[in-house]
């Protein structure tokens, strides 16, 4: 019987340290090839290297123990590759959103520029939408789901506007709520979810937030503040206009969507100025 590599030399071979092999011993990861009855000392083998290394890659990466393991004991490649390309799929997700966060941070702790808000009146229409009560963790696939469906069925019809949203306030107080997705085009059909619908006529606080989605809340922050500032009380839900969308151009710099939000005046105050119309 050969000797093997002490759990010092197989340390040095791959990299890792003698606490993280013991730690991978303790865990399952990787068993030592053989353990000394008598001294307790662990031994490896050359063909345990690779093994080892996988499971160090597969640790930086945050993959949790349990798919290690799933990982590991898989002997089909495609399966294995599956395993690592979800949990890739969900880094990329978290970095994501870490980026957003990191966007949204910059702006909020820069220097408060005043929006540019209008009010305007928005005359009662008929459009092509579909609606839903949604989880506010659904909203992105529910509303590329609509979308997709709602350009499926106004393809032929003339354009007259470009897309929107209204979003419930349950929505983002409570979690869930009611969402409506909607394209204005001459005669709207009715085919699978898709549904004519009359938007009523509506007072509208609207500012035009710049670029993608990842701060789009600090733009939403500033709109609400300037709503109270003047006296004003949001009565429905949110709404958005998709002005220019990722379909129409891939330069995140160039999209552009309204927020607006259905207002009514509060008893006028007189430190606060009166709105221009």
Same mark, same amino acid.
């Given at each position: 019987?050969?000797?093997?590599?002490?759990?010092?030399?197989?340390?040095?071979?791959?990299?890792?340290?003698?606490?993280?092999?013991?730690?991978?011993?303790?865990?399952?990861?990787?068993?030592?090839?053989?353990?000394?009855?008598?001294?307790?000392?662990?031994?490896?083998?050359?063909?345990?290297?690779?093994?080892?290394?996988?499971?160090?890659?597969?640790?930086?990466?945050?993959?949790?123990?349990?798919?290690?393991?799933?990982?590991?004991?898989?002997?089909?490649?495609?399966?294995?590759?599956?395993? %690592?390309?979800?949990?890739?799929?969900?880094?990329?997700?978290?970095?994501?959103?870490?980026?957003?966060?990191?966007?949204?941070?910059?702006?909020?702790?820069?220097?408060?520029?005043?929006?540019?808000?209008?009010?305007?009146?928005?005359?009662?229409?008929?459009?092509?939408?579909?609606?839903?009560?949604?989880?506010?963790?659904?909203?992105?696939?529910?509303?590329?789901?609509?979308?997709?469906?709602?350009?499926?069925?106004?393809?032929?019809?003339?354009?007259?506007?470009?897309?929107?949203?209204?979003?419930?306030?349950?929505?983002?107080?409570?979690?869930?709520?009611? %969402?409506?997705?909607?394209?204005? %085009?001459?005669?709207?059909?009715?085919?699978?979810?898709?549904?004519?619908?009359?938007?009523?006529?509506?007072?509208?606080?609207?500012?035009?937030?710049?670029?993608?989605?990842?701060?789009?809340?600090?733009?939403?922050?500033?709109?609400?503040?300037?709503? %109270?500032?003047?006296?004003?009380?949001?009565?429905?839900?949110?709404?958005?206009?998709?002005?220019?969308?990722?379909?129409?151009?891939?330069?995140?710099?160039?999209?552009?969507?309204?927020?607006?939000?259905?207002?009514?005046?509060?008893?006028?105050?007189?430190?606060?100025?009166?709105?221009?119309?």
């Amino acid at each position: 019987m050969t000797r093997g590599l002490t759990i010092g030399e197989f340390a040095e071979i791959t990299h890792l340290s003698v606490r993280t092999l013991r730690r991978y011993h303790e865990s399952g990861l990787l068993e030592p090839d053989r353990v000394d009855p008598v001294s307790g000392y662990r031994y490896y083998t050359a063909a345990q290297i690779p093994q080892a290394q996988v499971i160090h890659r597969l640790r930086e990466l945050d993959v949790p123990l349990a798919v290690v393991r799933q990982i590991l004991a898989t002997s089909d490649a495609d399966a294995r590759a599956g395993l %690592v390309a979800g949990h890739l799929r969900r880094l990329e997700d978290e970095l994501d959103r870490t980026r957003a966060a990191v966007v949204s941070l910059r702006r909020l702790l820069s220097p408060a520029v005043p929006p540019e808000v209008v009010l305007r009146t928005e005359p009662p229409r008929l459009v092509a939408a579909v609606a839903g009560v949604v989880g506010h963790d659904e909203v992105l696939t529910w509303y590329a789901d609509a979308m997709a469906e709602l350009d499926e069925a106004v393809a032929g019809h003339e354009r007259l506007g470009p897309p929107g949203g209204q979003y419930d306030n349950a929505l983002f107080r409570d979690g869930r709520g009611p %969402v409506l997705v909607y394209r204005s %085009v001459a005669d709207p059909p009715e085919r699978g979810r898709v549904r004519p619908v009359e938007l009523p006529g509506v007072e509208l606080a609207a500012v035009v937030h710049h670029g993608s989605h990842d701060d789009i809340d600090v733009t939403y922050g500033r709109l609400g503040a300037w709503v %109270v500032d003047h006296a004003l009380a949001v009565d429905g839900p949110v709404h958005e206009t998709y002005l220019v969308t990722p379909a129409d151009t891939p330069d995140r710099t160039a999209w552009r969507t309204e927020l607006a939000w259905p207002v009514f005046r509060l008893n006028p105050s007189p430190n606060r100025p009166t709105p221009n119309r």
